[in-house]
């Protein structure tokens, strides 16, 4: 049975990709797909990226159960990708132009529709969950309005150099403040002042789900 590192040579080779290009379509490093070819690498958490920017499945590129025939007629997938940002950097954001590209270590694809500008942060923490968990990526867009912001929509705000994400809260009588979603965090209302910056909107999430099938060895 063919290697997972085989399988991914000769899947990137049918599509005459090389492993520079395959980094840059999939956010993976080339050091990373060299190591995944060679059968060095440490971990194997970045295949479904890889295997969306070649155009199989991650099954496919594991088990390698894919069509040799249809591979050379295949044309290679390019999704479009977002830039997965530190909170760091969004602490410190202003536009997506005013961030350093080459500072960012992961690439993430973009879902079906308009989100030029859009990127993605890694959730930390439990400030709202259960609905978002630790590790999920949100996909922000910072071309919307604050002023188009309703009650409830979920947001990213920075203060200073800090930066949080949170539902929008807005009362009847027009006062607005931020609110974790899980009820158990504390503290769960932020006030919105007037050092609070709109970032962008959190208009979607991507959570993977990883279950180890190692088998146990017996003593």
């Known amino acids: 049975m063919s290697t997972l ?11 005459k990709v090389t492993q520079k290009e395959l980094a840059l379509k999939s956010g993976v490093k080339q050091s990373v797909i060299s190591d995944l070819e060679t059968g060095n690498a440490k971990s194997t958490g970045s295949i479904l990226e890889i295997a969306n920017a070649l155009g199989v499945t991650a099954e496919e590129l ?22 997965v940002l530190s909170w760091v950097q969004a602490g410190i954001f202003t536009n997506v132009e005013s961030v350093d590209m080459s500072q960012v270590e992961q ?23 259960p609905d978002f968990h630790e590790g999920d990526y949100i996909l922000v867009d910072p071309l919307v ?25 807005i009362e009847t009588d027009g006062a607005k403040y931020l609110q ?5 965090f ?26 180890s099938k190692r088998r146990v060895r017996k003593s």
Do not use: H
């Not at 590192?5 to 599509?15: C, D, F």
């Not at 309005?145 to 809260?169: G, H, N, P, W, Y």
């Open 62 to 83: 594991k088990r390698g159960a894919f069509d040799e025939g249809a591979l050379t007629n295949a044309v290679p997938i390019s999704p479009r990708m977002a830039p």
């Open 5 to 15: 590192g085989e399988n991914l040579k000769k899947i990137r080779r049918a599509k």
């Open 186 to 211: 504390k503290p769960n209302i932020i006030p919105l002042d007037e050092d609070c910056i709109f970032v962008g909107e959190v208009v979607d999430c991507v959570r993977y789900v990883y279950r």
């Open 180 to 184: 974790a979603l899980n009820p158990e």
């Open 145 to 169: 309005q604050f002023s188009d912001m309703r009650s409830s929509d979920l947001i990213v705000v920075r203060k200073f150099e800090d930066a949080t994400f949170k539902k929008l809260v």
């Open 107 to 129: 690439w993430l694809p973009l879902p079906d529709g308009d989100c030029e500008k859009c990127f993605y942060l890694k959730v930390q923490g439990l400030s709202n969950y």
